[in-house]
């Protein structure tokens, strides 16, 4: 019986040998673009709970009148990862207005979009009706959409129909056309997704689509699909790995592995990633206590980023010590009685390995201790750190190997910068435009008293009324059209120069001409028009080198180690010759040979050797592309 039954096995598999080996695409080989027009509408926060149990993304071409009346669904849509575009304003015939109207149109939503999700971005564009030509796709500067499946949802109002339609005609690479307006849609596009998923298809925006694809999208020109081609299918974006590890000198080590292909973005405090409020991944850092990690990748942050990974740490360190200084010695402390407390005097960071305190320790100026407590039964303190400065001031948040030292501790020393709390900097925090006002009154050294202010958001009880008051008479700020000042708002980079050229033209600096010195970044068109000048005229003189990359990074918010550094160095230029004073008029006596005219020798302008940059992270911001000409064309149009 068993040599029976071992020759019917060895039968069997010599048969499935023969049979055909079946062959499938893995899933994420086959990708699909699914696109809603005309929303948003109450129907679309259905569709975007349906989206997120499925794990698909979709791309919204949304209008602008529509956007305004649903903004927490605009918001809702780009942070679930979903690609958010333009669909006009309120969807005319963009080939019959004029090149001003089709204009007003689009910035119209673009500024819509933009106040709902909070950020300055670029959109993508469908025309309206898919009507279009070459003026429009100039206009718009931005790469534009057609579609290579229409359901015909908006026709049938019918979600079986929805659902046929969108199966008979889907293949990899399609761009298919929904509108989220119509309940029907909604409901046949959901289940077509099911149906497609469980035959390998992967649902993407349509920028992901192109990527992965290896077409790159180009200003101005509209595209239809991205079928399969030489280049292949590249993989998806890969979500990121969060992992900890105990760092010896106190907290736990995060690190961040991301998709290569983009950079990785994170947040602490548990909140989405988003460029308003996560941080740039450089490499491992610190964290102490118990928070929430969240990260994500991001090669678009409008369109190509991956799933956020999220990482709840949980750890008690030991309390941290404190650190007293008096007459050249520090001495430190610590709440617990059984802490062993380790120390260095370099400004390097102590680790359970270092020096243990005993007794109270003798510094010079210039000179930072650091220190971390150990305890049993706890992880290793946070560690706090204690910087004399040459002028005797205390830091708490700055050492002498920051290499932002030199300029800080110069501002404190001079009464620059006072700082965010005693002894603290916060150098790393954005500096806000009433902060710049006044750092510049006290740079000034002539605080008199300037005619008040009427800033509709200005109070006289302010703590930089009366610098805002000196800055405005002399014309160093204006405020805004609105007549506000927004003294509470991160100021830009490029309106830092602004302020920092006028003050040292109030002081009577003679200040390089033109914008040619601009062009040393690389992203010297993302420079505002009205900034050019004060940019280049900074960068001439070395009061601004911008970053490490070669770009200048104009609409960034800069720090309070970037605003001092810039201040210091203008600081540092050669004072301005004093203007002479006149002599009193005497009429000569007449004599025989009238005395000849002296020409005055000319005076050489100065040259500074560049500074180091700002910051010494490279930072690469995109450039802006010039508006390409108007040219009429073709007329296009398939959608009623």
Known sequence: MKKKLLSL?????????????VTSKAAGEKLIAVTFDDGPSQYTSTLLD????RGAKATFFMQGINAASYPAVVKRAWLEGHQVCSHSYNHPQLTTLSSADVRSQLTRTDSILDNAIGLDMSYMLRPPYGSYNQNVLNIAGV????WSVDTLDWKSRNADSVYNEFLRSARDGSIVLLHDIYSTSVTGALRAIDTLQARGFEFVTVDELFYRRGITMQNARIYFDAYPGAAGTASGIQTPAISKTESPSGGLLITINGDSRGSVYYTTNGETPTPANATKYIGPFTVNGTCTIKAVSVIHWNSIRSKVASQTIEYIPAPAPELK??????TITDSNPSAVIHYTTD???PTTSSAVYYSPVSISPDSTVRAIAEVKGYGPSAVKLLTVTAGGSILRDVSVKDWHYANFSAAVDQGIINGTSPEVMSPNQSLTRGMLVTMLYRMGGDQQTAAPVNYSDVSANAWYYQALCWATANGIVTGYRDGTFLPNADITRQELCAMIYRYLDLKGYTLPEGEAAAGRFGDVKSIGGWAREYVAALAELGVVTGYNDGTFGPARGASRAEAVTMLMRALALPAPEPE???EPTVTPEPTETPAPTETPAPTEAPTESPEPSETPAPSQEPSETPAPTEEPGKIVIVKP
């Open 325 to 330: 200084y008096a007459n050249g010695v520090v």
């Open 143 to 146: 790469p534009c959409l057609y």
């Open 9 to 21: 096995l060895l039968a069997l598999v010599m048969v499935a040998a023969l049979l055909p080996t």
């Open 347 to 349: 400004g390097s960071a």
């Open 50 to 53: 349906g989206l997120k149990q």
């Open 580 to 582: 002479p004073t006149p």
